[in-house]
């Protein structure tokens, strides 16, 4: 927008009415002037309120002050000659050009969660200036937009994003060593972070806490096994089917809306059925006893420990997954009991002994998959079977590949008789009938046990149900956040690593359950990578008196991106304060010599 001037004669004496204009450009390359604001016959000094200015930084004299720019081939008039500014806008210059709306809506999510006010009362900056509070800053923000090792953070990402501008920071920041060291700060802050978050998603949400989500996981390094006999990466059992490597253990709690409370990295080799007794006494000594219902699936929990759950004082409540195994010793007294419809698809039966409830559920849509899955795996193995009887091979190859067969299909292997011939290369098949009917009778039916009697099948059902809340949590620290942590090689570090993905996890819980009541679709990634198109770029404008200034500009929203900072209330920020140059000195490129 300008100031514009129309002449008009009158009484032999000229006129000058002014308004403001904004200049559009519209379809063909017509360019067409839109009237803003009729101002009239204005004298000087109101001329000069209305002149656009703009508010830069002098770095002569390191203070602000407010300049008028006009273009090099026109005079700086009388009511300017103060503030204006001749620039060459031939030179004009676009420079360094890096991501900054994924960066700007990840620091808000920080701030959102009161993260910046936890970090700077327990990581002050060292004697040296070093900001370790923005360091961690940049590591979350980098885990949650585009995850990837400290060294390409150090190398090329911070360069690419404005993570510099939006902390006021320098590439000093994410210094190599400067970033391991920050790692080596955080951990003994991790319980005390557990209890802000949780009061943050009561805060910001009104989450409850009645029902906890407890399920572990594991991680993998392609590594040798350290000699250290306390270090937790150890060989166990592996939920990425990678038994060749060793691991650590995760175990997390949340609540049924995602909302993680807690997490506890464990030895690669530790059975999940050791695990139930330790975190109940963690949850009891940091938030203290309260009415709780613990969700967990089967092969978490043992007969032992829930008994003791059943005796504590007040008693803790659960609801867990059992083994089919169970299912086959209550399966007599479990068919004389009617169904009950708790939802259009679902239902169960309930069995109540002196201490526990059973339910029994059974699920259409699980059924139809269960059934899928089988029939899938069953039909492959069964052409593979009738391949391999038409092959001429040696016994030990037939054996080998039977037993690559049975590997790949498991489940379908038990449904089948296969007889090998002590001496020679051949075998029979035949599908097994009667176990088929008895997989058939099973599928998308499962077994619960409870001690909340005065609940409702339904919701009973719907605790279960939740548990994808924690699988989902799972995925995205595996997938989406890439936690794995391969290339540090102390495990003090390797827990830091995960301490920070967990805290980009918060962030990632924090978009999505804004997200939530607009879209159930509209995924946090789908948003980030939305964002991630918003550019910053610095626009360098050369004034005829050899100073630089130097406009760093994030670009223009497009519809999809008004779209959605209107509907999560975004308010963008305004745009930084120019700079200009002093005297004598030229600006000088951003990006640091290779």
């Given at each position: 927008?300008y100031?514009?001037?129309?002449?008009?004669?009158k009484?032999g004496k000229?006129h000058r009415?002014?308004?403001?204009?904004?200049s559009?450009?519209?379809a063909?390359?017509r360019v067409?002037?839109?009237p803003?604001?009729?101002?009239?016959?204005?004298?000087d000094?109101?001329?000069?309120?209305?002149?656009r200015?703009?508010?830069?930084f002098?770095?002569?004299?390191q203070?602000?002050?407010?300049?008028?720019?006009?273009?090099?081939g026109?005079?700086v008039?009388?009511y300017?000659?103060?503030?204006?500014?001749q620039v060459?806008?031939?030179?004009?210059?676009?420079?360094?050009?890096?991501?900054?709306?994924?960066c700007w809506l990840s620091?808000h999510?920080?701030?959102?969660?009161?993260?910046?006010?936890f970090?700077?009362?327990?990581?002050?900056?060292s004697?040296?200036g070093?900001?370790?509070r923005h360091?961690?800053?940049t590591l979350v923000c980098y885990?949650?937009?585009?995850p990837?090792?400290?060294?390409?953070?150090h190398?090329?990402w911070?360069e690419?994003s404005?993570?510099?501008d939006?902390?006021?920071?320098?590439?000093?920041l994410?210094s190599?060593?400067?970033?391991y060291?920050?790692?080596?700060?955080?951990?003994p802050h991790k319980?005390?972070?557990?209890?802000?978050?949780?009061q943050?998603?009561?805060d910001?949400?009104g989450?409850?806490?009645?029902v906890?989500?407890?399920?572990?996981?594991?991680t993998?390094?392609?590594?040798?096994?350290?000699?250290?006999e306390n270090d937790?990466?150890?060989?166990?059992?592996?939920?990425?089917?990678?038994?060749?490597c060793?691991q650590?253990?995760i175990a997390l709690?949340?609540?049924?809306?995602?909302f993680?409370?807690?997490?506890?990295?464990?030895?690669?080799?530790t059975?999940?059925?050791?695990?139930?007794?330790?975190?109940?006494?963690?949850?009891?000594?940091q938030?203290g006893?309260?009415?709780?219902i613990?969700?967990m699936?089967?092969?978490i929990?043992?007969?032992e420990?829930?008994?003791?759950?059943?005796?504590?004082?007040?008693?803790?409540s659960?609801?867990?997954?059992t083994?089919?195994g169970?299912?086959?010793?209550l399966e007599?007294?479990?068919?004389?009991?009617?169904?009950q419809?708790?939802r259009d698809?679902?239902?169960?039966?309930?069995?109540?002994d002196?201490?526990?409830?059973?339910v029994?559920?059974r699920?259409?849509?699980?059924?139809?998959?269960?059934?899928?899955?089988?029939?899938?795996k069953?039909?492959?193995?069964?052409?593979?079977?009738?391949?391999?009887?038409?092959?001429?091979?040696?016994?030990?190859e037939?054996?080998?590949?039977l037993?690559?067969?049975?590997?790949?299909?498991?489940?379908?292997w038990?449904?089948?008789d296969i007889?090998?011939?002590?001496h020679i290369?051949?075998?029979?098949?035949?599908?097994n009938?009667d176990k088929?009917r008895?997989?058939r009778?099973?599928?998308g039916?499962?077994l619960?046990?409870?001690?909340?009697y005065?609940?409702q099948p339904?919701?009973?059902w719907?605790?279960y149900i939740q548990?994808?809340?924690?699988?989902a949590a799972?995925k995205?620290l595996?997938?989406?956040?890439?936690?794995r942590?391969?290339?540090h090689?102390?495990?003090?570090?390797i827990?830091?690593?995960?301490?920070?993905?967990?805290q980009?996890?918060c962030?990632?819980v924090?978009?999505?359950?804004?997200?939530?009541?607009?879209?159930?679709?509209?995924?946090?990634?789908?948003?980030?990578?939305?964002?991630?198109?918003i550019?910053?770029l610095d626009?360098?404008?050369?004034?005829?008196?050899g100073r630089?200034?130097?406009?760093?500009?994030?670009t223009?929203l497009?519809?999809?991106?008004?779209?959605?900072?209107?509907?999560?209330?975004l308010?963008?920020?305004p745009?930084?304060t120019p700079?200009?140059?002093?005297?004598?000195?030229?600006a000088?490129?951003?990006?640091?010599?290779l």
């Amino acid at each position: 927008m300008y100031l514009r001037f129309t002449r008009r004669r009158k009484d032999g004496k000229e006129h000058r009415y002014w308004s403001i204009v904004e200049s559009k450009r519209c379809a063909g390359g017509r360019v067409v002037q839109r009237p803003v604001l009729y101002l009239g016959e204005i004298n000087d000094s109101q001329r000069e309120a209305w002149c656009r200015v703009v508010d830069a930084f002098d770095e002569g004299s390191q203070q602000h002050r407010q300049l008028a720019l006009f273009p090099a081939g026109q005079d700086v008039p009388e009511y300017a000659r103060s503030y204006g500014l001749q620039v060459r806008l031939d030179a004009m210059e676009l420079r360094r050009p890096r991501q900054w709306g994924a960066c700007w809506l990840s620091c808000h999510l920080y701030e959102q969660l009161e993260l910046d006010r936890f970090w700077r009362e327990r990581l002050p900056d060292s004697r040296e200036g070093t900001s370790w509070r923005h360091i961690l800053q940049t590591l979350v923000c980098y885990r949650l937009i585009d995850p990837g090792s400290e060294w390409r953070l150090h190398r090329q990402w911070f360069e690419q994003s404005a993570m510099g501008d939006l902390l006021g920071e320098d590439y000093s920041l994410v210094s190599k060593n400067a970033l391991y060291r920050c790692l080596d700060k955080v951990l003994p802050h991790k319980s005390v972070l557990f209890s802000h978050l949780r009061q943050r998603w009561q805060d910001l949400f009104g989450a409850s806490f009645e029902v906890l989500l407890y399920d572990l996981t594991s991680t993998y390094f392609e590594s040798a096994p350290p000699d250290d006999e306390n270090d937790k990466r150890r060989y166990g059992y592996s939920r990425d089917k990678r038994s060749d490597c060793v691991q650590v253990v995760i175990a997390l709690i949340v609540t049924p809306e995602g909302f993680p409370l807690a997490y506890e990295v464990l030895p690669g080799n530790t059975a999940d059925n050791t695990t139930l007794r330790g975190f109940l006494q963690k949850i009891e000594n940091q938030y203290g006893k309260a009415q709780r219902i613990w969700v967990m699936d089967r092969g978490i929990p043992t007969d032992e420990v829930l008994a003791e759950m059943r005796q504590s004082d007040p008693p803790i409540s659960y609801l867990v997954g059992t083994p089919k195994g169970r299912l086959t010793k209550l399966e007599k007294a479990l068919l004389e009991r009617p169904w009950q419809a708790v939802r259009d698809g679902v239902d169960v039966k309930l069995l109540q002994d002196e201490q526990e409830l059973y339910v029994l559920a059974r699920s259409r849509a699980r059924i139809d998959k269960e059934r899928a899955m089988r029939r899938r795996k069953l039909k492959w193995l069964w052409g593979r079977l009738k391949e391999l009887s038409a092959m001429r091979l040696k016994r030990e190859e037939l054996l080998m590949k039977l037993g690559a067969a049975r590997d790949k299909a498991r489940a379908a292997w038990r449904l089948v008789d296969i007889e090998v011939d002590p001496h020679i290369a051949s075998f029979s098949y035949a599908l097994n009938r009667d176990k088929l009917r008895k997989v058939r009778r099973r599928e998308g039916r499962y077994l619960l046990r409870t001690n909340l009697y005065e609940h409702q099948p339904e919701k009973l059902w719907k605790f279960y149900i939740q548990l994808t809340e924690i699988e989902a949590a799972f995925k995205n620290l595996k997938g989406d956040l890439e936690v794995r942590p391969i290339f540090h090689q102390t495990i003090e570090r390797i827990e830091a690593h995960i301490f920070v993905a967990f805290q980009a996890y918060c962030l990632h819980v924090t978009l999505r359950a804004r997200l939530r009541p607009l879209a159930g679709g509209l995924t946090p990634r789908a948003v980030l990578d939305k964002f991630a198109a918003i550019q910053m770029l610095d626009v360098h404008f050369p004034t005829t008196e050899g100073r630089t200034l130097i406009l760093s500009r994030y670009t223009e929203l497009n519809a999809d991106q008004k779209l959605l900072a209107s509907q999560l209330n975004l308010e963008m920020p305004p745009q930084p304060t120019p700079k200009i140059t002093a005297a004598g000195q030229i600006a000088k490129a951003s990006n640091p010599a290779l």
